[in-house]
């Protein structure tokens, strides 16, 4: 049988598959179809300092390959988090990988320090600092839009988080990517998450208005997975010929099946997050590990093996 373990900055998980970030609310609603302690980490809705009630309705939209949302970071804040949701991932045996948001650098910090000083964090192995959610009403808080304001988030959350893994997550919705990257990791990230959902737009024909309460949401689903391809292969590439130094990459965007993960996983991806595909079958995350384990059996693979291989075979 293939190992599946992998090493994110020394977060070492029993599998790559992982929930991505806002599919599967904080764990309790998923856990009635799979065992989320069986995950390689629970991944949650980004959390931020206070309430928040989010954008108007209606929310989601579906496209011909993929769903346009417009949630806007909903949530209960930072408090509730800890006092409720943390403290049950620990008691399934979940490992958390806890995404962060905030509204300015100064409300990530306090957000990364309130999270680290919780009774459960021992249940964290690592913090995902959402810096790439194209579906809230100030585009403002697109900080991986621009390589200083990437790194001012990145550099506060580091200071409140010694020693923790931190994984930044970019928008492939910039112009030189790589340089993005570049600057998370060199402001404290040691890995990378990619991709976010892209900036997207549905109109209604019968009432001719736009569909979404918030007018634009972010695109998901199998539309945008040659696009996360894309990224993570530029990406790991930099990393190969020292543009960037080395650090793992989680993988997501618009993975429905253990065939989707590889491809992921062969562009530089030591882990997989799986998001839309949730909505319709709940079950998936196990399901496309079960069938990525097959994959790599079937091609005398290991997933250390298989990280990034396809840069070796490019013609």
């Known amino acids: 049988m293939a190992d599946l373990s992998t090493d994110l900055a020394g977060a070492v998980l029993p599998n790559p598959l992982m929930t991505a970030s806002g599919c599967a609310a904080n764990g309790r609603e998923l856990h009635r179809f799979l065992d989320v302690a069986g995950l390689g980490a629970f991944v949650t809705k980004s959390v931020m300092r206070g309430p928040r009630s989010g954008r108007g309705t209606p929310r989601m939209a579906e496209t011909p390959s993929g769903m346009l949302n417009s949630i806007g970071l909903q949530g209960p804040g930072i408090d509730a988090f800890v006092e409720d949701d ?30 680290r000083d919780s009774e459960a964090f021992s249940a964290v192995v690592g913090v995902e600092v959402n810096i790439s ?31 923790v893994p931190l994984f930044a997550k970019l928008s492939p919705d910039v112009t030189d990517l790589v340089l993005i990257a570049e600057a998370c990791l060199a402001a404290g990230a040691d890995g990378l998450t990619m991709v976010n959902t892209l900036l997207g737009m549905a109109i209604d024909l019968d009432r001719m208005r736009p569909h979404l309460g918030g007018v634009t949401g972010g695109l998901s689903g199998p539309a945008i997975r040659p696009v996360a391809v894309r990224a993570i292969w530029q990406v790991h590439g930099a990393m190969l010929t020292g543009r960037l130094r080395p650090a793992p990459i989680i993988g997501v965007g618009g993975v429905h099946s253990g065939r989707d993960a590889l491809e992921l996983v062969a562009a530089g991806a030591s882990a997989v997050q799986v998001g839309t595909a949730t909505f319709h079958d709940p079950t998936s995350p196990a399901r496309v590990l079960r069938e990525l384990e097959t994959l790599l059996d079937e091609r005398g693979l290991d997933l250390a093996g298989a990280v990034g291989l396809a840069h070796e075979r490019t013609a």
Do not use: K, M, Y
């Open 133 to 163: 959610c194209p579906n809230v009403a100030n585009r403002g808080l697109v900080f991986a839009c621009q390589p200083d304001s990437s790194a001012a988030v990145l550099t506060l959350v580091r200071e409140q988080l010694p020693g």
């Open 86 to 115: 943390l403290p049950w991932l620990a008691s399934v045996g979940a490992r958390a990988l806890v995404s962060i948001a905030g509204s300015d650098a100064e409300e990530f910090a306090e957000v990364a320090r309130r999270l």
